[in-house]
């Protein structure tokens, strides 16, 4: 039985939303797997459980960089929001967007030995550090090459989105990324949504359903209905268009004669757990090592 600590309830409950004794019930039935006990939480307590589920802790910026049919989106981590504002670690994010663009480099380890200002990527990187103090990283990022256009939105520096589009009008490119940013649908259509996401909301809706007490084929109807809705809210053709909700995303791409053929969005820090300091560690050891001085 996995012992299940204050912090541990305490990171879900930041993730969930949920009661705290909730949390503590759910990881204990979970055996101490986080994963697992937002299922639980998310089959006992429904949405709410997954209200704050966007939230992300790790720092850093997303940046992007256009040029006629050529584009890219890179996330630059760091581990304070104070470095995301200064200005050489923001110059850094911003030079690598261009040479990805530029130079089409096959991973990040292509990207690091990339000149740059008379040193490589990662010479820069590693002098960065040295000056503010504070460790950083390229964590990922996505070229576009389109016979089509491109269309970029920024949202702060913390979510970065780029699409391909076909449109005679340049706007419907720049709404429907920041519908993207807004909306963070997870795939173009239903027919594009990771096996593993469906897979998991059908798990969770089988839980749902079955704890009703229904017959066994409304039970199944439950379930389906439970996948469909799903895959019409993280599907970006069959979301409602944030600047008229009274038609889809691809009611409007139809009505305007456009087509979005691929989206990238990045939201900084999202999927990477940040450290958790404890402080009453820290300080006992400072006490510690005071009275041995």
């Known amino acids: 039985m996995a012992v299940i600590t204050a912090a541990m309830v305490g990171e879900l409950r930041a993730l969930t939303d949920a009661p705290m004794m909730e949390c503590k019930k759910a990881l204990t039935e979970a055996d101490g797997d986080p994963v ?111 016979t089509g256009k491109l269309a970029a939105y920024l949202h702060g520096t913390r979510i970065g989105v780029m699409v391909d589009f076909d449109s005679a009008d340049e706007q419907v490119g720049k709404d429907v990324a920041m519908h993207i940013a807004a909306m963070k649908p997870v795939a173009l259509s239903s027919d594009n949504v990771p096996a593993e996401l469906i897979a998991k909301e059908r798990s969770v809706a089988e839980l749902k359903a079955a704890e009703s007490g229904k017959p066994a084929e409304i039970v199944t109807k439950m379930v389906e209905g439970s996948v469909q809705k799903f895959l019409k809210e993280v599907s970006l053709l069959n979301q409602s268009f944030v600047k008229n909700d009274k038609q889809t995303v691809e009611q409007m791409l139809k009505d305007t004669k456009s087509t979005v053929k691929a989206f990238t969005m990045y939201v900084v820090g999202e999927g990477i757990e940040k450290k958790q300091d404890d402080f009453a560690a820290e300080v006992a050891a400072q006490v510690a090592a005071a009275k041995q001085a």
């Open 36 to 146: 697992k006990a937002e299922e639980i939480l998310r089959v006992k307590l429904g949405s709410k459980a997954s209200k704050a589920a966007s939230r992300v802790t790790a720092e850093g910026v997303v940046a992007s960089y256009v040029s006629g049919n050529v584009g890219a989106l890179v996330e630059v981590n760091c581990e304070t929001d104070f470095v995301t504002k200064n200005d050489e670690f923001l110059a850094l994010a911003n030079a690598c967007a261009k040479l990805i663009a530029e130079k089409n480099p096959a991973d990040v380890a292509a990207l690091a030995a990339l000149p740059l200002d008379g040193k490589t990527v990662e010479e820069q990187r590693a002098a960065l550090i040295g000056r503010i103090g504070e460790n950083m990283s390229i964590r990922r990022f996505q070229r576009f090459e389109t």
